[in-house]
């Protein structure tokens, strides 16, 4: 879990995104301009910051270096202007990174996983949360909805590792180099038995799935439930 302060002036992509990450776990704080989101940012300091430059009290640019001056904390730049001198100002002038409207939820979620990870505030053993999904590395425990998932060893190591890198494609021969310890020698078949199995217990199945996704030919992510609930991801923006 992250706590998210999202600063954009527009209610419906607040309500939105909101939600959507709230069901990824993370705590969201919001605020229309950019004077409150300094305010919050000192009173309270997030974990990422969510910063759309198109603000109605400051710019957002502005908002961005003042952030930068007063903390390390990764700030993730939304923007509706596909334009590459403006994506370069924002990481010059301190962001992390850039996301342009339109955009997916899971799209945001695995930056806001990236973000951490370089900053450091994801430590490998921290739970990971995923909708109603909690991995626990320290216990070796895995829970849906409050329920205790029975998972065997190879299931366990393989929902972590989608889990630490949720919304990214793992491949294959990322798997087997991390989970198997192999980088070859193990049959395709193998992984596929076990992410059915993984299925089984999260209660999908591939033509219906829920956390488990697969981009066919390159490998399978772990992402939250989308949003809305009837099986399309909405995009942001």
């Known amino acids: 879990m992250a706590r998210i302060l999202l600063v954009d002036d527009d209610p419906a992509i607040r309500a939105v995104l909101s939600r959507a990450l709230s069901m990824r776990g993370h705590a969201v704080a919001c605020e229309r301009g950019g004077f409150q989101a300094l305010k919050s940012v000192v009173r309270e300091p997030p974990d990422v910051v969510l910063l759309d430059l ?96 029975k998972l065997s060893r190879k299931e366990f190591d393989l929902l972590l590792l989608l889990g630490q890198r949720v919304g990214e494609v793992v491949s294959r021969r990322q798997i087997l180099a991390q989970v198997w310890q192999q980088a070859e020698g193990v049959d395709d078949r193998t992984i596929d038995v076990h992410l059915t199995w993984l299925r089984r217990k999260l209660g999908e199945t591939a033509a219906t799935p829920r956390y488990l996704h697969y981009t066919r030919g390159v490998g399978v992510r772990l992402v939250g439930p989308r949003v809305p609930r009837d099986g399309s991801e909405r995009e942001i923006g």
Do not use: Y
């Not at 270096?65 to 001198?85: F, L, N, S, Y």
């Not at 430590?123 to 990971?128: F, G, I, S």
């Open 54 to 149: 198109g603000l109605p009290d400051i710019d957002g640019f502005k908002v961005l270096k003042m952030v930068r001056a007063t903390t390390d904390v990764p700030i993730i730049v939304i923007t509706a202007h596909e334009d590459d001198a403006e994506m370069v100002d924002a990481l010059n002038a301190g962001a992390d990174d850039v996301i342009i409207k339109p955009f997916g939820a899971n799209n945001l979620e695995a930056r806001i996983r990236a973000v951490l990870r370089r900053s450091g505030s994801v430590r490998a053993d921290d739970p990971v949360t995923v909708g109603d999904l909690v991995i626990d590395p320290r216990s070796r425990t895995v829970t849906l909805e409050g329920n205790l998932l």
